[in-house]
């Protein structure tokens, strides 16, 4: 039995059957991306805590730009499913 757990293992899973096929160019390329795009929502909250808004309007363009964030993380791992929401390249 404990040898037909790696065989057992190997035909249930994903990469056995081409369910994911990630490479390691894709893989450097989606790091460079987050890192890219995070860098730029951190500046962009620095920006509106650094000029000082009053405070409904400064959380509320907080919000906007981490819900932005949040779409663009989630736009990028579909990406990697094959359907993004948006194609941006």
């Keep these: 039995m404990k040898k037909l757990l ?15 096929n990630l490479s390691i160019g894709a893989l450097v390329e989606l790091v460079i991306y987050l890192i890219v795009v995070g860098g730029i929502l951190w500046l962009l909250l620095w920006l509106i805590s650094y000029v000082g808004l009053p405070d409904p309007f400064a959380k509320v363009a907080k919000i906007i730009v981490m819900v932005i964030g949040v779409l663009i993380l989630i736009n990028v791992l579909l990406g990697f499913a094959g359907t993004p929401i948006f194609n941006f390249r």
């Design 6 to 20: 790696p065989l057992l293992l190997l035909f249930v899973s994903p990469l056995a059957f081409g369910a994911i």
